[in-house]
């Protein structure tokens, strides 16, 4: 069984209150939380979405902006933790029976059903795989993140740079011993794939041919609604 485990507790305090919750602003018409759930329902490859959410108004208003939509795939509802790690600790927690896990930050809602199945072949094979796209930019390293005056910079070789996104993508026992490991041993992390390294597991990248940005600042908003715009992607229907 494939669970998608969508993260939305987050408090999006980049957002400099553009918006009261950027998971649910509009975009093209619709919740920016719905385009993910609706990618998961018409990629037809996902059993259950657990949504975690961050308290109960918004646990409300989240099921309020999936509308119908959730009655096209099975949704539990997870509340979750203090820090990312906790929440997807908690939703491990309540996937026990799944055999892969994708695991998705709902600030990304240009995820495509088509990436969804590329990720599924990926990590049936190797079990554990990851979203990414190869870095463009020219990327120096500072010694001391404190000082950009008059410093030095390390170069890095571009070739073997790689964007992380989301989904990443897991055999179930593996991602849930990886997360069990960093709250035992109060690790910090950035992504998933960064936990399952924690127990010596390799990961395989797939490479993403769209854009999935992720909304963070209102300058993302923008952008997301204009290659929407680009792309004539449908919006989910059946929200409300």
Not at 36 to 57: M, N, P, T
Request: proline share 5%.
């Amino acid at each position: 069984m494939n669970t998608a485990i969508l993260l939305a507790a987050g408090s999006g305090t980049r957002m400099q209150e553009a918006v009261a919750d950027k998971l649910l602003a509009p975009l093209s018409g619709q919740p920016v939380i719905a385009y993910s759930i609706s990618a998961f329902i018409e990629s037809g490859i996902f059993e259950k979405c657990i949504l975690v959410y961050r308290d109960e108004a918004q646990k409300a208003a989240l099921a309020t902006a999936i509308g119908l939509l959730s009655k096209r795939i099975e949704i539990d509802w997870v509340q979750g933790g203090a820090e990312r790690q906790d929440s997807v600790l908690k939703a491990l927690q309540a996937a026990a029976g799944s055999d892969y896990v994708f695991i998705h930050d709902g600030a990304r809602p240009l995820i495509t059903p088509e990436a969804l199945k590329a990720l599924a072949r990926a990590v049936q094979q190797d079990q554990a795989a990851v979203l990414a796209h190869p870095v463009n930019d020219t990327i120096k390293r500072i010694s001391d993140p404190a000082r950009t005056s008059k410093i030095d910079l390390e170069d890095l070789d571009r070739s073997r740079l790689w964007a992380m996104e989301t989904p990443q993508a897991f055999e179930y026992h593996s991602i849930l011993k990886a997360y069990q490991n960093v709250s035992a041993k109060q690790l910090e992390i950035t992504d998933d794939a960064a936990a399952l390294a924690t127990i010596g597991l390799p990961v395989s990248l797939v490479q993403n041919q769209q854009p999935n940005p992720k909304i963070t600042t209102p300058e993302d908003l923008i952008l997301a609604e204009h290659l929407l715009n680009l792309s004539k992607k449908s919006a989910p229907k059946e929200s409300t």
